[in-house]
């Protein structure tokens, strides 16, 4: 059995979606757990609108969702939690093929690869070739397409209930040397990418948050992420200053060894620190590799079957 783990804040516009996706999977054996993070709107309305045996619903004050996602998780009957934002979208077989895995120990971490759409497919977050703990250094690496050990992330401090935002990022550092990620690796997860989201409508809030966050692992990245070679620790630093704190920061650190600039993407990102904040910004937001990859693919033919795919998952929670 799995519990499958929701918390929402005014999602009114979404919600819906993302909890037929849930009904409507191939694997039967769960329990919907919603929490309502004290909304205004009508997503209380639209829960309780939709009458199946397996949602429980509860709805609290106004917490924050690092509190919301603690709350739950104590509530859960089951011991694996597979968790959905409230805007996101998960293939009917998302839970058969995430709790298809050999889950022997409670460290285990399921993640799988996921797309990101705003109307229309826009780019792909690939977890297939994740190196563990390294790829933790600078981003998150994978939205919440988890499915994890309520007891094991609870005994290992649950979520941070100081944090507002980027609490998952926190919640995978401190745990990245004791949990075994396993990858799923189908597209199981499509995450749809809103303007409203909390962490895109106070960017500065965010980008400090994370820089903060990150604090303590960049004073020791050798025993941390095993990097060891001045060089490479310095160009990380450079990369996390580009983008949570002083871009004109980074110029230092990629300046102590020219030859870090011959890398293209670090010569790009060099030129681009001379630039106001706000052009920055913007550029960060376009994700261009990602959307490069994902045209590049389009024009080759390989994107045809994620597309047929993500046009029956659409369909299929219209028609539910």
Not at 22 to 34: A, H, P, W
Not at 183 to 201: E, G
Request: glycine residues 4%; aromatic residues 16%; contains cysteine.
């Amino acid at each position: 059995m799995i519990s499958v783990l929701l918390t929402t804040y005014n999602s009114a516009p979404y919600i819906k979606d993302s909890i037929y996706s849930i009904l409507n999977q191939t694997y039967k054996g769960f329990e919907f757990v919603i929490i309502d993070d004290g909304s205004t709107d009508n997503t209380e309305n639209i829960i309780t609108g939709i009458r199946d045996s397996r949602i429980r619903y509860y709805k609290i004050e106004h917490v924050g969702r690092s509190k919301a996602l603690n709350y739950g998780l104590k509530i859960c009957n089951c011991d694996w939690v597979a968790l959905i934002d409230a805007d996101d979208i998960a293939h009917p077989r998302r839970l058969e093929m995430q709790y298809s895995k050999d889950l022997v120990f409670n460290n285990i971490v399921v993640v799988s690869c996921v797309y990101f759409w705003e109307n229309r497919l826009l780019y792909k977050i690939d977890v297939n070739n994740l190196k563990f703990p390294k790829d933790f250094i600078l981003h998150q690496k994978f939205p919440n397409s988890v499915l994890y050990n309520r007891r094991f992330i609870l005994r290992n401090g649950g979520y941070n209930d100081s944090l507002n935002v980027a609490e998952d990022y926190d919640l995978w550092l401190r745990i990245m040397s004791k949990a075994d990620f396993r990858v799923v690796n189908d597209i199981l997860m499509f995450y749809r990418q809103t303007p409203n989201a909390l962490s895109r409508k106070n960017e500065v809030t965010t980008n400090s948050t994370i820089y903060k966050i990150q604090e303590k692992y960049y004073h020791y990245l050798n025993y941390y992420f095993g990097i060891n070679n001045i060089r490479e620790q310095n160009i990380y630093r450079g990369w996390r200053e580009y983008f949570f704190g002083n871009p004109k920061l980074a110029q230092k650190f990629w300046l102590k060894k020219i030859s870090s600039l011959i890398n293209l993407r670090i010569f790009l990102a060099f030129f681009l620190t001379f630039l106001p904040q706000k052009y920055i910004n913007d550029f960060k937001k376009m994700r261009i590799k990602l959307k490069l990859k994902f045209i590049f693919d389009k024009l080759l033919g390989n994107n045809k079957k994620i597309q047929i795919i993500f046009d029956e998952t659409l369909k299929t929670i219209k028609n539910y």
